[in-house]
């Protein structure tokens, strides 16, 4: 089963950038779809952006435009390039993966995901 190991989070400032990283072991084949979720306190999980089979991606309308999501499957890593960062932006993010095809309504529903790493804070200061 893949295990998921996130990476990279920290302290910034508004306006700030940077780069989550998302290492997926014990497969080769880390699912169909993979993506980046966030928690602040208080709120429910939300979806920030997935990739899935075919390179396609999907952003929350919060962060178009300042989040990138790639991955590299020659290292079987995920990755969120975070840009102009905000406060609200502060949450504790995890990267999730499935293995079922999923249509890309559903791409961004935390349900719809099984596998999670430990997550990683960031926090944005204003």
């Known amino acids: 089963q893949v295990q998921l190991v996130e990476s990279g989070g920290g302290s910034v400032q508004a306006g700030g950038s940077l780069r989550l990283s998302c290492a997926a072991s014990?497969?080769?084949?880390?699912?169909?779809?993979m993506g980046w979720f966030r928690q602040a306190p208080g709120k429910k999980r939300e979806g920030v952006a997935a990739?899935?089979?075919?390179?396609?991606?999907s952003y929350a309308d919060s962060v178009k435009g300042r989040f990138t999501i790639s991955k590299d499957d020659a290292k079987n890593t995920l990755y969120l390039q975070m840009g102009s960062l905000k406060p609200e932006d502060t949450a504790m993010y995890y990267c999730?993966?499935?293995?079922?095809?999923?249509?890309?309504?559903?791409?961004?529903?935390?349900?719809?995901?099984?596998?999670w790493g430990q997550g990683t804070q960031v926090t944005v200061s204003s």
């Open positions: 999730a993966s499935t293995y079922r095809a999923l249509l890309p309504p559903l791409w961004l529903l935390p349900d719809e995901y099984s596998t």
């Open positions: 014990g497969v080769t084949y880390s699912g169909y779809c």
């Open positions: 990739i899935c089979e075919v390179g396609a991606t």
